[in-house]
Nanobody
């Protein structure tokens, strides 16, 4: 069964940190680039960060650059999103996703496999 399972979300005060994890199963993790997206109520799903299959290439949305870091551990079939200096505007459901190839990783349509999401709430 192809699956992505996110964890690590929760409630945090502004300025705090969280680390999200996403564990893959049912497919060959190293064949896929991985991405993180988020969706706030009433808004479109927004690209946050992506990482190539080897971890050698990353890209970030301008809105979170310098605060969030994506990484992966291929031995554990897991991708992470370290989030620092959180702001109330970061409140959303966060999703991880898997895509073949390394181009156009900022696009929702590029991704074939999605997790169920984890809620992140940042209080002011």
């Amino acid at each position: 069964q192809v699956q992505l399972v996110e964890s690590g979300g929760g409630l945090v005060q502004a300025g705090g940190s969280l680390r999200l994890s996403c564990t893959a199963s049912g497919f060959t993790f190293t064949f896929y680039s991985m991405g993180w997206f988020r969706q706030a109520p009433g808004k479109d799903r927004e690209f946050i960060a992506a990482i190539s299959w080897s971890g050698g290439r990353t890209n970030y949305a301008a809105s979170i650059k310098g605060r969030f870091t994506i990484s992966r551990d291929n031995a554990k079939n897991t991708v992470y999103l370290q989030m620092n200096s959180l702001k109330p505007d970061d409140t959303a459901v966060y999703y991880c996703a898997a895509a073949k190839g390394t181009s156009d990783l900022g696009s929702v349509s590029k991704y074939d496999i999605w997790g169920q999401g984890t809620q992140v709430t940042v209080s002011s």
